[in-house]
């Protein structure tokens, strides 16, 4: 299965260095309405998405951000894991998990830093 291109500019918005060229990728990704969670943001609606990724880029100008597993799918729901590194240097881990719309734009992103954590006790 080929990642859908909205992916990309997703990805591509994250890692734009020219301020004034992130909201062009974020057009062609997102639905209008798009809802994007993680432990520190809740936000709704392009506008908002945007503001948020240029706070990221201002609060580490040389981020560079990473898809670095391959994408599981089923019904309109994919989930992937990321990397944000500065440099070489990797700066937080993390999973989400995105639903597309008909046109294959992301309408949801839930985001969780970190690996997902062992149990404390035995199934045994």
Wanted: with cysteine; aromatic share 8%; charged share 30%.
């Amino acid at each position: 299965m080929s990642r859908p291109k909205s992916f990309d500019e997703v990805q591509a918005a994250w890692n734009e260095r020219d301020p004034e060229k992130i909201r062009a990728h974020l057009d062609r990704a997102l639905a209008p309405d798009v809802v994007f969670c993680d432990p520190q943001h809740h936000i709704t609606g392009i506008d908002a998405f945007e503001k948020m990724v240029r706070d990221f880029r201002k609060e580490i100008p040389d981020a560079r951000t990473a898809i670095v597993s391959g994408l599981d799918h089923h019904h309109d729901l994919y989930r992937y894991e990321w990397h944000v590194y500065d440099g070489d240097k990797l700066l937080v881990p993390g999973m989400d998990v995105a639903r597309i719309d008909a046109q294959g734009r992301i309408e949801r992103i839930d985001g969780f830093f970190g690996p997902i954590p062992l149990l404390a006790t035995s199934l045994e």
